[in-house]
């Protein structure tokens, strides 16, 4: 397909010479991580947390387990130092968690680090939650602004911006993401709700009654101008009927394509499929699984 050559740039063109395949184990090396074996940042700038906060995370941690892991160095005497992650890993203490999930880094890899970071990026097969934890790594662990980021992986900076902002979503709602439940366009309408509990209550209702972006944009809409939850019924989109094969091919693509896709079937065989995108850095991303079908 003649879109092939807009689909970013590769880490090769936006670092010369490197070696992706050590580069690669920098990214998806994950260890579990004993706490007590674990120091604090001495530099660390932030130094009051918000204890409601912490609570509330490490309920969520409690419930549901870590997203995101922290990121951790190897120090001489073989003890860690923490480079980001402290909420996560003070929420794990406070509820007596004795390992935690860390990316592990020695004090030489930060190149290998940011190759590593902007070669995940380039793959077609992340999900939305998986890129943005990609970009916030870059941003801490790299010393990057939005701008310098959108330079290295030849992005727009609102569309790493929006991308960042799902991280900001509850725990619950990443996931579903992740798993296809919900779009990336559902996402960041959600994103617009202040308070959790409403986000939990479009969340769920988007699931129960299959609400497409737009559905889920005038609920949040209507959340906003005051309309409390118990006085909002939603009204479930009326579909076709389908065989659960039809089912489970629509959860197999939703999967396959990062959103969720809209599969239609009449009683006479015939249809359509529906692959939405709310960016063009989304159609992008989807043009190049289409791409990778035809190499």
Request: hydrophobic share 35%; glycine share 6%; proline share 3%.
């Amino acid at each position: 397909m003649a879109t092939k050559n807009v689909l970013g740039r590769g880490l090769n063109a936006l670092i010369e010479g490197a070696d992706t395949e050590n580069a690669k184990s920098v990214v998806d090396a994950i260890s579990e991580v004993a706490i007590k074996d674990i120091e604090t940042n001495p530099w660390q700038p932030r130094s009051k947390f918000d204890e409601e906060a912490l609570e509330e995370l490490a309920e969520s941690i409690k419930t549901i387990g870590i997203i995101q892991p922290i990121t951790v160095r190897v120090l001489e005497n073989g003890k860690y130092q923490l480079i980001t992650g402290e909420r996560r890993f003070r929420a794990a203490k406070k509820i007596g968690l004795k390992k935690i999930p860390a990316y592990v880094r020695v004090a030489d890899d930060q190149n290998m680090l940011e190759m590593a970071l902007v070669e995940n990026i380039q793959r077609e097969d992340l999900d939305s939650i998986e890129v943005a934890i990609s970009y916030q790594r870059l941003i801490e662990e790299c010393n990057l602004t939005q701008e310098n980021l959108s330079d290295r992986v030849g992005k727009k900076r609102s569309t790493i911006s929006n991308y960042l902002r799902l991280l900001k979503l509850p725990a619950l709602i990443q996931i579903g993401l992740r798993e296809g439940k919900i779009s990336m366009g559902h996402a960041r309408a959600l994103i617009n709700l202040e308070d959790t509990e409403d986000q939990q209550y479009v969340y769920e209702e988007a699931i129960k009654s299959e609400l497409s972006v737009r559905k889920v944009e005038e609920l949040v809409r209507k959340l906003q101008a005051g309309v409390k939850p118990s006085k909002e019924p939603v009204e479930k989109e009326t579909r076709e009927p389908q065989s659960k094969e039809y089912d489970d091919l629509t959860s197999h693509l939703t999967k396959h394509f990062g959103t969720k896709v809209d599969f239609k079937r009449n009683t006479k065989g015939s249809g359509k499929i529906v692959i939405p995108f709310t960016s063009d850095e989304e159609l992008e991303r989807i043009v190049a699984i289409l791409d990778k079908l035809n190499d």
